[in-house]
C-alpha cells in the first residue's frame, strides 16, 4: 500500500533552512502528483506547494513562493521541501502527500481533495 514517510524537521532560528524528505512506497511514484502541505496548532492544514509528475510545474502558497522550493527524484521516489529564510509563522507539522491522477487532470488544476494519501508529519520550529 501507499506508504510516505517524512524526516528532516527541527528547530531552527528566524532566517535559518531546512530541507525536508519524503520517502514514498508502495505505488507507481513517478505517476503521481505530490505536495508539500502544513498544519499549525489551532489551524486549518493549508497547502505549502505542488509538483507536477516530471517536476516541471510546481505550485506554491503566496505565503512560501521565493523561499521554499518543492522538488521530486522519481529515480529514488523521493519527495523534497527547500525552506528558505524560515519565519515563525512557519511553525508548523509539514506533511506530503500523494494525489493519483487518473483522469489526466493538469496539476494546477488538481483539486486538494485528490491528495489521497498521506505521511505521518515531520514537525518545523521556527523561533525569533
Known amino acids: 500500500q501507499v506508504q510516505l514517510v517524512e524526516s528532516g524537521g527541527g528547530s531552527v532560528q528566524t532566517g535559518g533552512s531546512l530541507r525536508l524528505s519524503c520517502a514514498a512506497s508502495g505505488y507507481t511514484y513517478s505517476s503521481y502528483y505530490m505536495g508539500w502541505f502544513r498544519q499549525a496548532p489551532g489551524k486549518e492544514r493549508e497547502e505549502v506547494a505542488r509538483?507536477?509528475?516530471?517536476?516541471?510545474?510546481?505550485i506554491y502558497a503566496d505565503s512560501v513562493r521565493g523561499r521554499f522550493t518543492i522538488s521530486r527524484d522519481n529515480a529514488d521516489n523521493m519527495l523534497y521541501l527547500q525552506m528558505n529564510d524560515l519565519e515563525p509563522e512557519d511553525t508548523a507539522m509539514y506533511y506530503c502527500?500523494?494525489?493519483?491522477?487518473?483522469?489526466?487532470?493538469?496539476?494546477?488544476?488538481?483539486?486538494?481533495?485528490?491528495?489521497?494519501?498521506w505521511g505521518q508529519g515531520t514537525q518545523v520550529t521556527v523561533s525569533s
Open positions: 509538483i507536477s509528475t516530471r517536476g516541471g510545474i510546481t
Open positions: 502527500a500523494a494525489a493519483p491522477n487518473p483522469y489526466g487532470q493538469s496539476v494546477s488544476s488538481l483539486p486538494r481533495q485528490a491528495f489521497a494519501y
